[in-house]
């Protein structure tokens, strides 16, 4: 039956209608939906594309690079807004780098590009890792202290 309901999803969309789904199944959302909206304690706290949701979250990066130093590009690397979970190994001649990223990659992909990149991996979050993201920011100022 959920086959057929997204089948039918897709081709009202296909044929240029509009469909307004509210689902908290966000596998659903994000096979079936161009634009979303994500609403958090009755209030948007965010909207665009599934793509610009996902792409505006967070992204995990591995990388091994040929021709830098562990000091340097972790000094680099640390002093970017954003980064987080920073591991810079030495690996041999190598140097492995293992980083949580939110926001921009691009100075980050910067950074590394000051040595020979070997090997490159960014695992961007499906739509369900972002929205969580975004539910969990939106209740953070709400938040209040039990002093």
Known sequence: MQREVL????????????????????????????DVAVLAEGRIVAEGSVATLRVASVRRLQATLDGSTVDGLQAALERMPGVTDLDVTAAGELTRVSATVRGDIDPVIRALCTATI?????????LEESVLGLYTAAAAPTRRSSS
Not at 8 to 13: P, Q, T, V
Not at 20 to 33: F, G, M, P, R, T
Not at 118 to 126: G, S, Y
């Open 7 to 34: 089948a039918m999803l897709r081709e009202a969309r296909d044929d240029g209608q509009t469909v307004l789904l509210s689902s908290h199944v966000l596998s659903e959302i994000q096979q079936s939906a161009d």
């Open 118 to 126: 070997r090997e490159l991996t960014v695992e961007e979050p499906d």
